[in-house]
């Protein structure tokens, strides 16, 4: 049992969610303010104390990315200045998680940067859904809890109780994620075979699998631009796919996603509110269906608090 209070803190990237798990848990947000001088800098203000506290920050390093990294870094400090016992940054969303590895001569390894960048603002564990390569959390000298998103989308999928389903990954790279899903669904996989010319922009080549006739799910774990998932169901359809369904669990949506999506052959795009959607920015669209994921990053804040095991909130 932990003798610390768990104290629970969010920034400005999702503070609605840091609301959500409050609730959750039973307790009030932290009292904080994040501010910016003049020139933009970033400036943080704790308005309670943190002393020999267990503490939990809320921040998604989603857009505006860099402003968001900074913000969390600097809270980060902050509590470690003021003798907070652990400090764990549950970050649902983590950005740079694309650029893990070196592609071709010359290229930084961005998410081993920002896992040192965290670890050394005095972060003791970090706690993300869903990255988008699972090495990332080797790139961590603290503890990683990854807690999946396939779990919560699969019980919604569940609750519709749909016949000839197939699920199907839109690269191979995500062939692990879908098979996931395929096997709680208990239902066939088929994969997208696809050649990258550059960044954002996909060809679909080929469907491996078979899709004719079939409800189509397809699973990722974020979408950007969109055009990967919108190719790829027009590709199915071509195919001879009924009704096309998508899944993520970041919906990141860059413009023009949403006007893709609301123009696409897909029916429905189910996402989690691990990063806010700023319709604002990044427009409307009918197509869309958010769940929470309140509830389980509360009680995967809660077992990590009282030192009782992560792994089992995902146990079949």
Same mark, same amino acid.
């Given at each position: 049992?932990?003798?610390?209070?768990?104290?629970?803190?969010?920034?400005?990237?999702?503070?609605?969610?840091?609301?959500?798990?409050?609730?959750?848990?039973?307790?009030?947000?932290?009292?904080?303010?994040?501010?910016?001088?003049?020139?933009?800098?970033?400036?943080?203000?704790?308005?309670?104390?943190?002393?020999?506290?267990?503490?939990?920050?809320?921040?998604?390093?989603?857009?505006?990315?860099?402003?968001?990294?900074?913000?969390?870094?600097?809270?980060?400090?902050?509590?470690? /200045?003021?003798?907070? #016992?652990?400090? +764990?940054? %549950?970050?649902?969303?983590? =950005?740079?998680? @694309?650029?893990?590895?070196?592609?071709?001569?010359?290229?930084?390894?961005?998410?081993?940067?920002?896992?040192?960048?965290?670890?050394?603002?005095?972060?003791?564990?970090?706690?993300?859904?869903?990255?988008?390569?699972?090495?990332?959390?080797?790139?961590?000298?603290?503890?990683?809890?990854?807690?999946?998103?396939?779990?919560?989308?699969?019980?919604?999928?569940?609750?519709?109780?749909?016949?000839?389903?197939?699920?199907?990954?839109?690269?191979?790279?995500?062939?692990?994620?879908?098979?996931?899903?395929?096997?709680?669904?208990?239902?066939?996989?088929?994969?997208?075979?696809? /050649?990258?010319?550059? #960044?954002?922009? +996909?060809? %679909?080549?080929?469907?491996? =699998?078979?899709? @004719?006739?079939?409800?189509?799910?397809?699973?990722?774990?974020?979408?950007?631009?969109?055009?990967?998932?919108?190719?790829?169901?027009?590709?199915?359809?071509?195919?001879?796919?009924?009704?096309?369904?998508?899944?993520?669990?970041?919906?990141?949506?860059?413009?023009?996603?949403?006007?893709?999506?609301?123009?696409?052959?897909?029916?429905?795009?189910?996402?989690?509110?691990?990063?806010?959607?700023?319709?604002?920015?990044?427009?409307?669209?009918?197509?869309?269906?958010?769940?929470?994921?309140?509830?389980?990053?509360?009680?995967?804040?809660?077992?990590?608090?009282?030192?009782?095991?992560?792994?089992?909130?995902?146990?079949?």
């Amino acid at each position: 049992m932990n003798n610390h209070k768990l104290k629970l803190f969010a920034c400005n990237a999702n503070h609605n969610l840091g609301e959500e798990i409050a609730e959750y848990l039973g307790v009030s947000l932290g009292m904080c303010q994040v501010k910016r001088f003049a020139d933009g800098e970033i400036s943080v203000e704790i308005g309670e104390s943190v002393r020999g506290a267990d503490v939990f920050i809320v921040q998604p390093t989603c857009a505006p990315v860099n402003d968001n990294l900074m913000e969390l870094l600097i809270m980060i400090d902050a509590m470690r /200045r003021a003798s907070a #016992a652990r400090i +764990s940054a %549950v970050i649902p969303y983590y =950005g740079y998680a @694309r650029q893990e590895r070196k592609s071709k001569a010359r290229d930084p390894i961005s998410a081993k940067l920002v896992a040192n960048l965290i670890t050394e603002a005095g972060a003791d564990r970090m706690i993300s859904m869903d990255l988008h390569a699972g090495a990332i959390q080797g790139f961590f000298d603290i503890p990683v809890d990854h807690l999946p998103g396939v779990p919560l989308l699969a019980e919604y999928y569940k609750s519709l109780d749909m016949t000839d389903l197939v699920v199907v990954s839109p690269d191979v790279g995500g062939v692990v994620r879908a098979r996931n899903m395929a096997n709680r669904l208990g239902v066939d996989l088929a994969i997208i075979d696809k /050649r990258r010319e550059q #960044a954002n922009k +996909s060809e %679909v080549m080929n469907v491996i =699998g078979d899709i @004719r006739n079939k409800n189509v799910i397809m699973v990722d774990d974020m979408i950007d631009t969109a055009g990967t998932i919108t190719k790829g169901a027009k590709a199915l359809r071509d195919m001879g796919a009924k009704e096309i369904y998508a899944c993520c669990t970041h919906p990141v949506f860059s413009p023009p996603a949403m006007e893709r999506i609301e123009q696409s052959v897909i029916t429905e795009v189910l996402t989690t509110n691990t990063i806010p959607i700023d319709r604002q920015r990044q427009g409307e669209c009918s197509k869309i269906k958010v769940l929470s994921v309140a509830s389980l990053l509360g009680e995967a804040i809660m077992r990590i608090h009282e030192s009782l095991s992560v792994s089992r909130l995902f146990d079949d």
